[in-house]
Every structure is written in C-alpha cells, then in structure tokens.
C-alpha cells in the first residue's frame, strides 16, 4: 500500500504530497501538475490533522471523504464553484448534523474541491483504504 502524506498549503490552491522535509520547511509535489514548492513549516496543514466541527464532535476530514465517496460511489462530487446554499445542502446529506456556525461555506467548499483532487488523481481509494487502516491500527 503506498504511503500518503497529503497537505493544504497556505495560499497555494489544491492538495500536495509531502516528499521531504528541510531544515525550513518542506518540498512538496502538486496533485494536480506534479510541479515541486517549497514552504515554510508554519503553512502546511495535513489532511490528516484536519476535522470537521459537528454539533457533538469533531470529524476526521477522510471520514468526511469517505461519507462522500459512499454517496457518489466514488465518483466526482459537485462542482466546488456551485453558490454556498447548494454547497451547504450537500454537506447536509453527506453530514447532516454538521455545525453551520462553525463550518463555513468557505471550507465546505474545500471539501469538495480536495475530495474531487483525490478523485480525479485517482488516489481517494487507496488514501481512504489507508487511514481506515490506520484507525484499526489505533484502536487495537
């Protein structure tokens, strides 16, 4: 199984695999062009560390990922662009106790948009494959 280390980058658009780490940061490849950047430490967020605010919990974004791959059958969400009400309905559906006041239409609409990287680069199969794996892993 490969091995995912995938982040957001401040101000940059898309997701990136994370390929080495400097003394300053890191150098990571874009999903989307396979163009190498590199970034300070303080700007990178993995997906790994992100959660979603639920009127009870916090959610794991793969859970979230993995919600709307069971819904599309593993095929390409809505358009990320679409206006914020029909963004929020369909978080809704995928995550129907999700917390309006915390959740903006800003990052709904990064869900989407990383869950349709992870999908058109063919990797959101072996990425979800890999963090249910790691979950076992941790509650054994």
Partial sequence: MKDFRI???AGKSGLYKLLTTTKSGIIAE???DNKRVMAPFTNISALDEIAIYTVDEEIPLWQVFKKIAEKEDYKPAIDHKSDKNTLSTYLKEVLPDYDEERVYPSHIKKIVQWYNI??????LKDFLEQKEAENQDDKA
């Fill in 118 to 123: 992870l999908q058109d680069t063919g990797i």
């Fill in 30 to 32: 874009s999903l989307k």
């Fill in 7 to 9: 982040i957001s980058i």
